[in-house]
């Protein structure tokens, strides 16, 4: 393998981070029930948040946490919002979407175009020295191995803890969880702050070391609500969810890599058909869920339909049950 | 002061109140004088008349947009593809004109078919998200931005492509021939045809949500679908139906962003009124009447605030704060009233 496949292969991972940090944050949020659909928004703004911050500081670890502060704060809105005063979850992280982004633009025009030093790489001892491998896992920022921790963490956390348990009952059986003595309605404000602010370290993580921060022209506008697709598509679960972030960015690097073969096509077109496609994604994973396929599978012959019907099982998706829906102890 | 935050005027008064202080304080934070940047407003948006007709001009898309999205609020959906579903409409419209430019056919008839054609765009646009719901479980909210994204990928590829002038390609085509212009008021970009197309729209939409069995029975798929399934309204097809509707107007808005105000096609010609109707039909609260004069506002402040680069080295994305946070803080105080309503009665019922 020549080197600057390997290059490109690492920097896939590379690039996946902020959408990776950002894909775990909306899984633990809508885990427990609560919807945060002011992404596009949240990811702009803590961009442009931690990059100020980065910035004046001359400090990335104040500029990430800068990012995780706010990231959080705004799922917290969020989280009163819905939660406390009953508004509908849609409706208010629509708002926010749009409102944080133009708070992004209009606060962060004196940071436009401005340079920040580099994320340093850290290359692991011995590991990096694999063949192959090596360059491509382990020759990374921090930030990146930390993605791939946090995806782990992320896994054992839901499924293998006693938490994690909790988490998931809050979102599914709310009532259940209650019964069981879980204060369902401070877990959901406690997860969405936490999701929130895996988001903001996602957003940061995008101007610092991808995309700098040129306001409007920065390209992380449209991001946000792929990353909540990739959330359904990689049916809430972190490793599903993982793949997905992954899936969409090989999608982006292949729309760079394609546009020199094909000088007939308008460059701009790679840079959209990413987006397109990961919703098909979502029709595929959600096909199974209706009525009329059902229907129209039982009319098959029996081998086939159940070929099919396992292919589409393999592939459904149900969200938590309570996704969206206040609770009331009553 | 509990009767100020249940009073819903006093509760909108209050949350009106708030936005203004939020708007403020993010202004001071830049080191500006918030009380120049409101004259810098004013002045952009209702300090002359030639500035007003642009505020006219502009609030024609963004009503036409927000009566569409009465049908789909009515029925409990989100579509938030109505940015997609304006591209299409424009690209429809484009592409008759430009099929009948340098024939014999007359303007006017040109332009009526351009017109019905960019509706036709539009509503196969919508009917798409509609299909994608109903037939393939994917919720409206992403099937209609992943449809946004396909509107933009064709818009791209026309204009930096087949539809590209000659020679240059600046994300435009060429401008339309004058014939096929809709009529403009003396001295202004004001087209008085479209802005009666835009009341004629208000009229319609009301009279149907308000006054028709059909708009009764939407409501009713919109406030419990489960219940009205039962009662025997066919839900699914109500709301394929509400889809259609909105891409009606969504596609009606991007023909006459061709025809009347812009003469091309360009990339982002939808203008994000697709975005911006949303805000305005959450405020209206499915009142068709009450979002005249909410799109008015956010017109005039998004208008106004474009000058805020010029003259105070400010961005002119201001105006998207100040109606985001107007839309927060009337969500907020909505939910405290009724939190305080709710309270109220448990206390009178124990």
């Given at each position: 393998?020549?080197?600057?496949?390997?290059?490109?292969?690492?920097?896939?991972?590379?690039?996946?981070?902020?959408?990776?940090?950002?894909?775990?944050?909306?899984?633990?949020?809508?885990?427990?029930?609560?919807?945060?659909?002011?992404?596009?928004?949240?990811?702009?703004?803590?961009?442009?948040?931690?990059?100020?911050?980065?910035?004046?500081?001359?400090?990335?670890?104040?500029?990430?946490?800068?990012?995780?502060?706010?990231?959080?704060?705004?799922?917290?809105?969020?989280?009163?919002?819905?939660?406390?005063?009953?508004?509908?979850?849609?409706?208010?992280?629509?708002?926010?979407?749009?409102?944080?982004?133009?708070?992004?633009?209009?606060?962060?025009?004196?940071?436009?175009?401005?340079?920040?030093?580099?994320?340093?790489?850290?290359?692991?001892?011995?590991?990096?020295?694999?063949?192959?491998?090596?360059?491509?896992?382990?020759?990374?920022?921090?930030?990146?191995?930390?993605?791939?921790?946090?995806?782990?963490?992320?896994?054992?956390?839901?499924?293998?803890?006693?938490?994690?348990?909790?988490?998931?009952?809050?979102?599914?059986?709310?009532?259940?969880?209650?019964?069981?003595?879980?204060?369902?309605?401070?877990?959901?404000?406690?997860?969405?702050?936490?999701?929130?602010?895996?988001?903001?370290?996602?957003?940061?993580?995008?101007?610092?070391?991808?995309?700098?921060?040129?306001?409007?022209?920065?390209?992380?506008?449209?991001?946000?609500?792929?990353?909540?697709?990739?959330?359904?598509?990689g049916s809430w679960h972190p490793i599903k969810g993982a793949l997905g972030s992954y899936f969409f960015v090989i999608l982006q690097w292949l729309g760079i890599v394609l546009q020199p073969l094909l000088p007939n096509v308008n460059s701009r077109i790679f840079q959209v058909a990413p987006f397109p496609?990961?919703?098909?994604?979502?029709?595929?994973?959600?096909?199974?869920?209706?009525?009329?396929?059902?229907?129209?599978?039982?009319?098959?012959?029996?081998?086939?339909?159940?070929?099919?019907?396992?292919?589409?099982?393999?592939?459904?998706?149900?969200?938590?049950?309570?996704?969206?829906?206040?609770?009331?102890?009553? | 002061?509990?009767?100020?935050?249940?009073?819903?005027?006093?509760?909108?008064?209050?949350?009106?109140?708030?936005?203004?202080?939020?708007?403020?304080?993010?202004?001071?934070?830049?080191?500006?004088?918030?009380?120049?940047?409101?004259?810098?407003?004013?002045?952009?948006?209702?300090?002359?008349?030639?500035?007003?007709?642009?505020?006219?001009?502009?609030?024609?898309?963004?009503?036409?947009?927000?009566?569409?999205?009465?049908?789909?609020?009515?029925?409990?959906?989100?579509?938030?593809?109505?940015?997609?579903?304006?591209?299409?409409?424009?690209?429809?419209?484009?592409?008759?004109?430009?099929?009948?430019?340098?024939?014999?056919?007359?303007?006017?008839?040109?332009?009526?078919?351009?017109?019905?054609?960019?509706?036709?765009?539009?509503?196969?646009?919508?009917?798409?998200?509609?299909?994608?719901?109903?037939?393939?479980?994917?919720?409206?909210?992403?099937?209609?931005?992943?449809?946004?994204?396909?509107?933009?990928?064709?818009?791209?590829?026309?204009?930096?492509?087949?539809?590209?002038?000659?020679?240059?390609?600046?994300?435009?085509?060429?401008?339309?021939?004058?014939?096929?212009?809709?009529?403009?008021?003396?001295?202004?970009?004001?087209?008085?045809?479209?802005?009666?197309?835009?009341?004629?729209?208000?009229?319609?939409?009301?009279?149907?949500?308000?006054?028709?069995?059909?708009?009764?029975?939407?409501?009713?798929?919109?406030?419990?679908?489960?219940?009205?399934?039962?009662?025997?309204?066919?839900?699914?097809?109500?709301?394929?139906?509400?889809?259609?509707?909105?891409?009606?107007?969504?596609?009606?808005?991007?023909?006459?962003?061709?025809?009347?105000?812009?003469?091309?096609?360009?990339?982002?010609?939808?203008?994000?009124?697709?975005?911006?109707?949303?805000?305005?039909?959450?405020?209206?609260?499915?009142?068709?009447?009450?979002?005249?004069?909410?799109?008015?506002?956010?017109?005039?402040?998004?208008?106004?605030?474009?000058?805020?680069?010029?003259?105070?080295?400010?961005?002119?994305?201001?105006?998207?704060?100040?109606?985001?946070?107007?839309?927060?803080?009337?969500?907020?105080?909505?939910?405290?009233?009724?939190?305080?309503?709710?309270?109220?009665?448990?206390?009178?019922?124990?």
């Amino acid at each position: 393998m020549d080197s600057s496949l390997v290059n490109s292969i690492a920097s896939i991972f590379a690039w996946a981070g902020p959408v990776i940090f950002a894909v775990m944050g909306e899984t633990i949020t809508e885990r427990a029930g609560v919807m945060n659909l002011s992404l596009n928004g949240s990811l702009i703004l803590t961009a442009m948040v931690g990059f100020a911050v980065a910035t004046v500081t001359g400090n990335f670890l104040v500029g990430f946490l800068a990012a995780a502060l706010v990231g959080a704060l705004v799922a917290l809105l969020i989280a009163f919002m819905s939660i406390s005063l009953k508004q509908s979850q849609v409706a208010v992280g629509y708002v926010l979407a749009m409102a944080t982004k133009s708070l992004a633009y209009f606060l962060g025009a004196p940071y436009v175009g401005k340079q920040v030093m580099q994320i340093p790489v850290v290359s692991i001892p011995l590991l990096s020295q694999i063949p192959i491998l090596g360059p491509i896992l382990f020759k990374q920022t921090l930030m990146t191995y930390f993605s791939f921790l946090l995806i782990l963490a992320c896994y054992i956390y839901i499924y293998k803890t006693h938490q994690g348990l909790m988490l998931q009952g809050v979102g599914e059986k709310p009532t259940a969880a209650f019964i069981r003595g879980a204060n369902v309605n401070r877990l959901r404000y406690v997860y969405t702050g936490i999701g929130g602010a895996l988001v903001g370290v996602g957003g940061a993580l995008y101007s610092l070391s991808i995309k700098g921060w040129n306001g409007q022209l920065s390209g992380i506008d449209g991001i946000g609500w792929i990353v909540l697709a990739i959330t359904i598509f990689g049916s809430w679960h972190p490793i599903k969810g993982a793949l997905g972030s992954y899936f969409f960015v090989i999608l982006q690097w292949l729309g760079i890599v394609l546009q020199p073969l094909l000088p007939n096509v308008n460059s701009r077109i790679f840079q959209v058909a990413p987006f397109p496609l990961m919703i098909l994604a979502l029709l595929f994973v959600n096909i199974g869920n209706a009525d009329w396929v059902d229907r129209t599978l039982a009319g098959l012959p029996e081998s086939t339909r159940r070929v099919i019907a396992k292919l589409l099982r393999a592939m459904r998706t149900s969200p938590p049950a309570a996704l969206g829906i206040p609770f009331e102890n009553e | 002061m509990r009767k100020l935050l249940t009073n819903r005027y006093s509760s909108i008064a209050i949350a009106l109140i708030l936005a203004i202080v939020f708007t403020c304080v993010v202004i001071l934070v830049m080191n500006a004088n918030p009380i120049r940047v409101f004259a810098v407003i004013m002045r952009g948006s209702v300090g002359s008349w030639d500035a007003f007709t642009q505020v006219l001009q502009a609030w024609v898309p963004l009503i036409l947009a927000t009566c569409g999205l009465m049908f789909t609020f009515t029925a409990g959906l989100w579509n938030i593809g109505m940015e997609g579903q304006i591209e299409m409409g424009a690209i429809f419209a484009y592409g008759v004109i430009r099929y009948f430019t340098g024939s014999d056919t007359p303007g006017a008839v040109v332009i009526i078919l351009a017109i019905l054609s960019g509706i036709v765009g539009g509503a196969i646009w919508a009917l798409l998200v509609g299909l994608l719901k109903n037939f393939g479980g994917v919720n409206e909210i992403f099937g209609g931005l992943g449809f946004n994204f396909i509107a933009d990928a064709i818009m791209l590829s026309l204009v930096y492509g087949p539809w590209k002038p000659e020679g240059v390609a600046n994300g435009s085509t060429r401008m339309l021939d004058r014939i096929y212009w809709l009529p403009q008021l003396e001295g202004s970009y004001l087209s008085l045809w479209a802005l009666g197309i835009a009341i004629i729209g208000v009229i319609l939409v009301t009279v149907i949500l308000k006054g028709t069995y059909f708009g009764l029975k939407l409501k009713a798929v919109g406030k419990n679908s489960k219940s009205s399934f039962l009662l025997g309204v066919p839900t699914n097809r109500y709301m394929l139906v509400s889809f259609i509707l909105c891409g009606i107007f969504a596609g009606l808005t991007g023909a006459l962003q061709v025809t009347g105000f812009n003469h091309v096609l360009r990339n982002n010609i939808s203008g994000g009124y697709g975005y911006m109707a949303l805000m305005v039909g959450m405020l209206a609260n499915i009142q068709p009447l009450l979002s005249v004069p909410i799109a008015l506002i956010f017109i005039g402040l998004s208008k106004g605030a474009s000058g805020l680069g010029i003259d105070l080295q400010l961005d002119s994305n201001l105006s998207g704060v100040i109606q985001g946070s107007l839309v927060i803080f009337v969500l907020i105080m909505d939910g405290v009233r009724k939190v305080i309503q709710r309270k109220g009665k448990g206390a009178a019922n124990g």
